[in-house]
């Protein structure tokens, strides 16, 4: 099943890999509904537009 992330903090940080020491590509006001791709501990990696994806720390958001 596809699963849904929506971001719940003001402004989420979107990186371009799993963890804090990567880049910001995006930021993701409260809100966003992004399909989750991929899961690793502490991230989620996301659809944020029909051709990017981008990592959200999976404390700023919650799965559905």
């Known amino acids: 099943t596809r699963q849904t992330a929506v971001v719940t903090v003001a402004d989420a ?9 990567f880049p910001e590509t995006y930021r993701l006001p409260d809100g966003t509904e992004c399909r989750v ?22 404390t700023e958001c919650t799965v559905y």
Do not use: F, I, K
Request: hydrophobic share 50%; net charge positive.
């Open 13 to 21: 940080a979107a990186r371009s890999g799993a963890g804090a020491h």
């Open 37 to 58: 791709l991929e899961a690793r501990p502490g991230w989620l990696r996301v659809r944020v537009s029909p051709t990017d994806a981008a990592w959200l720390a999976d």
